[in-house]
């Protein structure tokens, strides 16, 4: 019913930006859209989420005041603009969906979002 397709990942230096995007195409309607990263040898860990009907938004400790989650309700497209980059940053980040809000919202927890992109590559380097 959904697709995800991400784009915008690579290499980038200490300090330095990227930029992430994220289209869905299939339904139309959507409860929230999030941001996960899984680095080599850990767990997949939450980044970043937005609630699709307000913009109200959601950020991991580690990245806020870096990262800035948004959306293009026009483009189906969610985006994660990432601002000096550490090399601990490295990782796959992933793009998710959540179809319906339901009665309990965890936005930061990954089982909660019903559909997933491949995945892009952000590599940072000191």
């Known amino acids: 019913q959904v697709q995800l397709v991400e784009s915008g990942g690579g290499l980038v230096q200490a300090g330095g930006s990227l930029r992430l995007s994220c289209a869905a195409s299939?339904?139309?309607?959507?409860?929230?859209m999030g941001w996960f990263r899984q680095a080599p040898g850990k767990e997949r860990e939450f980044v970043a989420a937005?609630?699709?009907?307000?913009?109200?938004?959601y950020y991991a400790d580690s990245v806020k005041g870096r990262f800035t989650i948004s959306r293009d309700n026009t483009k189906n497209t969610v985006y994660l603009q990432m601002n000096s980059l550490k090399p601990e940053d490295t990782a796959v980040y992933y793009c998710?969906?959540?179809?319906?809000?339901?009665?309990?919202?965890?936005?930061?927890?990954?089982?909660?979002?019903?559909?997933w992109g491949q995945g892009t590559q952000v590599t940072v380097s000191s």
């Open positions: 937005i609630r699709w009907s307000d913009g109200n938004t």
């Open positions: 998710a969906d959540r179809t319906y809000g339901g009665s309990n919202y965890r936005y930061y927890i990954d089982s909660w979002y019903d559909y």
């Open positions: 299939g339904r139309t309607f959507r409860h929230a």
